[in-house]
């Protein structure tokens, strides 16, 4: 079974990667953006749509596998349909079946890809205090060419021209999961992800802040560890900690003594509890331990068993559960607190936790 995560065992290296020239977006140099010009929204701020890929292939998942996430991607999107408009990209040669899964709700569109993990491939939206929007193109390559990503590498060009908005091009390569902001100046992100030579060789820390503050209008940046090696994203800023509203931050906590994230998870914490963000305030940390236990029919080494990856849309928060009533509970009474007036809606999506994501990789909104 070849999941997401597989590829970095098997040592896969392909040739792509670095700018890329040309897009079906309109470009803008950042160079040419002043600082503070534009800024990325918290997630929790009004949607114009939310965009996901229905693209699990088959070389990747395997027949089983994909089969689970194509149901799971199809119970998301419709989820988050009864909320927010949905725009799901979905391969030609597969409309139909989609079209038949996703149900007239979700509109489709058609596109080249090779995988379903649209915060990643697709783009960030940013915008101006006058309302204008625009996405920011961080140059995908397949998390440092651990796996095909031709296409993918096209989708956030793609969708800046679906969506009417320019596309503003970065030197940088990284993904939307490594990036958490608070929509008021203030950015989590993971060194691992960020600056590791496979995405931004020879980068400096201080280099790639400059750039990240201009792009998505930051006056600070929290910097976790992370962890390099261990998952194909090198430990991407969604599955350790999310801003659930200015100065509060709900944390993953991993209780497995086995697992790598044990010693990651209380290293965050450490962090996280000693920091404030860009207007001051000390963060409020609350953890959100995982699940004791996982459902055995797609359980396996690369699951990515936490209920950190959630997806906050418009009145409401889609959050996974993994059949472990009292951890299911625990997550469920947490984001019902932080989240006052939104739904709070917990779906099985097991086989894409299988290939080693979550609900909110599968994701990426566009501001209203």
């Known amino acids: 079974m070849n999941s997401r995560r597989d590829f970095i065992k098997q040592g896969l290296m392909l040739a792509g990667g670095g700018l890329l020239s040309g897009s079906m977006g309109l470009l803008a140099d950042v160079s040419q953006a002043a600082p503070a010009l534009w800024r990325m929204p918290d997630e929790g701020e009004p ?3 939310t965009w996901m890929a229905f693209g699990p292939d088959e070389e990747i998942w395997g ?4 089969a689970g996430a194509r149901d799971a991607l199809a119970a998301i999107a419709g989820a988050i349909a009864q909320y927010e408009p949905v725009n799901m990209l979905v391969r030609p040669e597969e409309y139909d079946v989609a079209a038949r899964m996703c149900g007239d709700k979700v509109k489709l569109i058609e596109a080249a890809m090779d995988d379903l993990w649209l915060r990643d491939t697709g783009p960030v939206f940013v915008k101006k205090a006058n309302g204008e929007r625009a996405a920011v193109r961080f ?6 060419n651990k796996q095909p990503h031709a296409d993918d590498a096209m989708l956030a060009g793609l969708i800046a021209s679906k969506a009417g908005v320019p596309l503003l091009r970065s030197k940088l390569i990284l993904e939307g999961g490594g990036i958490e902001v608070d929509g008021e100046g203030t950015a989590i992100i993971t060194e691992s992800c960020v600056l590791n ?4 060789p020879g980068v400096s820390k201080a280099a790639c802040e400059a750039q990240l503050k201009t792009l998505l209008g930051l006056d600070k940046i929290i910097w976790l560890p992370g962890i390099a090696g261990k998952d194909i994203t090198d430990g991407h800023t969604d599955f350790y900690a999310r801003f659930a509203s200015p100065g509060v931050v709900v944390a993953g906590l991993d209780n497995d003594p086995s697992s790598y994230d044990y010693a990651v998870t209380r290293r965050h914490l450490g962090i996280l509890r000693n920091a404030s963000d860009a207007r001051g305030r000390k963060l409020k940390i609350v953890e959100m331990p995982g699940p004791s236990s996982i459902r055995k029919k797609y359980e396996n080494d690369e699951f990515a068993a936490g209920y950190i990856n959630f997806y906050v849309c418009n009145k409401a928060v889609i959050a996974p559960q993994f059949g472990d ?3 299911d509970s625990n997550s469920r009474a947490i984001l019902r607190e932080l989240f006052p007036g939104r739904d709070v809606i917990q779906l099985n999506i097991d ?3 299988a290939g080693g994501g979550g609900i909110h990789c599968t994701t990426q909104q566009q501001p209203g």
């Open 47 to 49: 949607h114009a749509a």
């Open 63 to 66: 027949s089983r596998l994909q």
């Open 139 to 144: 140059n995908f390559n397949g998390w440092g």
């Open 197 to 200: 030579p496979n995405r931004n």
């Open 325 to 327: 009533s009292k951890s």
């Open 351 to 353: 086989a894409i936790a």
